[in-house]
């Protein structure tokens, strides 16, 4: 048995399929209950390729310090000057990366976007054991950004199997409600 339940209410994710709508830009003020904080040493490229590339806009800046993005509510990234953060080393990608939803219609926009600005910053898109399809992109301050994009549900598919096998089930199926969580 698992204690895992159905919660897509509380995420601005659609439900994936072929009509997808990405939800609007967030741009109210909350506490954030996770966010990046990534350095830099060029803030205003590196904003640049953040909002051209990857889609963010800048919800605010402290000139010359900081530039906080968002694309949907929950993806936030700090970017801040390298002297306010410890140096990292540069000539390779990092093992960690950092992970944000998008739809799959947005996919091939975003490797487009991003290789007109970095022709050598994407990988992908490839498709998950997980029923996604990702595209890894290496920004100008070298941190490791995956677009993840939920591909349509099929309760046939070896996606469907795999996740089933760890308790994880469709909306809709099994504990599908969330009344006893709420």
Known sequence: MSDYYNAFETSPVPAPGPDAVPPEPFRGIYGMPAFVTIPTSDLAASADFWCRGLGFFEL???PGTLVHLRRWAFQDV?????GSVPEQEQEQAPAMSISFAC???QIDALVEACRALRPDSVDGP???P?????VEVIT??????????AKPFDPASAEARNLAAIGITAPGVGRGDNEEHA
Not at 130 to 134: E, F, G, M, P
Not at 140 to 149: D, G, K, S
């Open 60 to 62: 605010f800046s402290i």
């Open 78 to 82: 700090l970017l801040v000057t390298e």
């Open 103 to 105: 739809v799959l219609s």
């Open 126 to 128: 490839r498709d998950t």
């Open 130 to 134: 997980w029923n996604t399809r990702d």
């Open 140 to 149: 100008p301050e070298n941190a490791r950004i995956v677009l993840t994009a």
